[in-house]
């Protein structure tokens, strides 16, 4: 067990953030989350998966909903604000539920604010973090999650929103009908609702989950970070902390174009080379998340391959939908954890889910010599 410092914390979100392929919520509310967290003193206590208890439980706190601006909904705005976190009173719901206290918590998923949220609500609960993650990267569905590949169910699930609704869902069909449920929950209720889901014990979770997933966006967030401080390339950095590829550098042409659709913001990013692509174009398609891009009209990546928008002079990550016009970024691309290439993950996670008839082709391809 690590007891993290608060540079700790910020590293390993930042890396979440810049890896959270531009989903996962706003850093900037996460890091003043966490702020808050150590002015009261609260501790962070990091725990590997190798440490963990067979018997011990364990469940995934997050926020679900849209990037974007909550659909306006004035019967949800007349409500005076709760000022518990909607994820410590899912949290607290799910236990009551259960009739047992959680051990710890898990990441559902990379993100600046989701990673935080789940950080969070387990230290002001004082329970364990787990070193590990249930995607490795963000996504925009709840059955884009490790559990899911590993069929471990995803109820009973607790929701909470910002005015005092709670719920427990003692059973439901699916994962993808949790979606249905929660997304329109999330819809009258600004926009975002605090859910905590998957209850598993440590025997199942050792094997549902990607194991040091949190170090490993630690080592994105510091190599960022150092790489600043002493006045080097951050790109380059962030890179060769973890064997990451330069997708494209540009400027963003336009203020990104975007929806907000069923609780989804969907929209594109369209860039105008520069440097050693000048003359070159770039385009990417999100839903929520950054799912598939173009390299002069042809594609180029795509899911469950990572593909991440950081500022070009900083490494600092932009998260969807604020890519401005005349922003200067870099594109960067990640391999996708393995569990997303099995058979199962694959069938799961794919460009052809969201509508594109092109088959997945690893990012490692793309770079061979």
Known sequence: MKKLSYEDVRDILVGCTILGTGGGGDLKKGLKLVEEDFKNNIEYKLISLDEIDDEALFACPYFCGSIGP?????????????????????LKALERFLGEELDGVVSIEYGGLNTAVSMSTGARLNKYIVDADAAGRAVPDLQFSTFYVNEEPIYPLAVADGIGDVAVFEKVVDD???????????????????????????????????PNALSYAGKVGRAQREAVEKGKDPIKEI?????????????????????????????SIELKGMEEFSGSSFRIWFKNENIICWLDEEVYVTVPDLICVVEADSGYPVTNPFCKKDMKVAVLGFKTPKVWLTKRGLSILNPRFFGFDVDYVPIEEKFKK
């Open 239 to 267: 890179i060769a902390s973890v064997d990451g590829y330069l997708l494209f550098k540009g400027v963003v042409k336009k203020d990104t174009e975007w929806s907000n659709e069923g609780g989804f913001t969907i929209g």
């Open 176 to 210: 993808f009908r949790a979606e249905d449920l929660v997304r329109a929950l999330s819809t009258v209720s600004g926009g975002m609702v605090g859910m905590v889901d998957h209850p598993i014990r440590g025997k199942e979770l050792k094997k549902a989950v990607i």
């Open 70 to 90: 909550g659909e306006a909904n004035d019967n949800y705005h007349k409500y005076p604000k709760t000022e518990e976190m909607e994820t410590v009173a899912a």
